[in-house]
């Protein structure tokens, strides 16, 4: 039973929580004190049931989140990077016209990406791997354990490309097979394609709209120079659909494997993914 309840403000509340214990910039974050007041009047405001049925609605997920911060956060201890933190773009200074369609950084579990990598069926000796939305890094130095030709994010906030730039130069892996990372600050759909076999990585970095011009260009690349490409798409389908249109529109693109992501513990929710290749 859903329990009367400002569900911005608890979003609000729940995020808080986590952003304060992340290392986001804490001289950006709400005022903790506030945010206590805050947690003090719902908890007085509501019956011993009320709270037992918020607890399990809302307590489960929460959880999720932060058994998910500690893992996040043990990766960046193991690496020396910084790779964790939800962060929200009110956070950073982003001038773009794109904001509307793009959603707060969260980076996505160590060992889900290496899952689903393990599920493209190919040689990476000479693929370059380009995460779109590439935040802090995260991606980029889990796939920097494959041996691939090159590395290279995308991600139009500067504050998490310049994060990202300190990591490159920090990341410390005995496990590391690729040494080329790049991070590019650009619009994602102003990055221009490179011309070598491609695998493109998406863990739901904006809508639709974005989406749809990068697949442009990346059919726009093709036709100028025929090669392998792959498409992995990771998103949580409840809060982000997945854009299956956008991808199989002319049919150059054809779906060789998906389904729910296997159970990690690190996950803060249920995903879902989806691999394509050219036909």
Request: aromatic content about 14%; hydrophobic content about 35%.
């Amino acid at each position: 039973m859903y329990i009367s309840f400002d569900l911005a403000e608890k979003h609000n509340i729940y995020n808080q929580l986590v952003i304060t214990m992340s290392y986001t910039n804490p001289g950006k974050l709400q005022n903790p004190a506030s945010l206590r007041r805050k947690i003090y009047t719902f908890v007085r405001e509501r019956s011993l049931v009320e709270l037992l049925k918020e607890i399990w609605t809302n307590g489960i997920p929460l959880s999720r989140r932060l058994i998910g911060l500690y893992f996040d956060k043990k990766f960046d201890q193991i690496y020396q990077v910084d790779t964790c933190g939800s962060i929200h773009l009110y956070e950073l200074s982003v001038t773009r016209s794109n904001t509307e369609s793009c959603s707060i950084y969260d980076p996505i579990p160590a060992r889900t990406i290496r899952n689903l990598i393990a599920n493209i069926p190919r040689d990476f000796s000479d693929y370059n791997f380009i995460d779109f939305g590439s935040g802090k890094g995260r991606a980029l130095f889990v796939a920097a354990e494959y041996n691939l030709q090159k590395i290279i994010g995308i991600e139009f906030a500067r504050e998490l490309h310049e994060t990202t730039l300190k990591n490159i130069k920090q990341y410390k892996n005995p496990n590391q097979k690729c040494f080329d990372i790049e991070s590019i600050c650009c619009d994602a759909t102003e990055y221009a394609i490179p011309d070598g076999k491609c695998i493109f990585f998406f863990f739901a970095p904006f809508g639709a709209d974005i989406f749809s011009q990068v697949m442009d260009n990346i059919r726009k690349s093709y036709e100028q120079n025929n090669r392998d490409m792959v498409i992995l798409y990771v998103t949580d389908p409840i809060t982000h659909p997945f854009p299956s249109q956008e991808i199989k529109c002319d049919g150059l693109f054809t779906k060789i494997r998906g389904g729910n992501v296997p159970f990690d513990i690190a996950q803060r929710d249920n995903l879902y993914y989806e691999i394509y290749q050219i036909n």
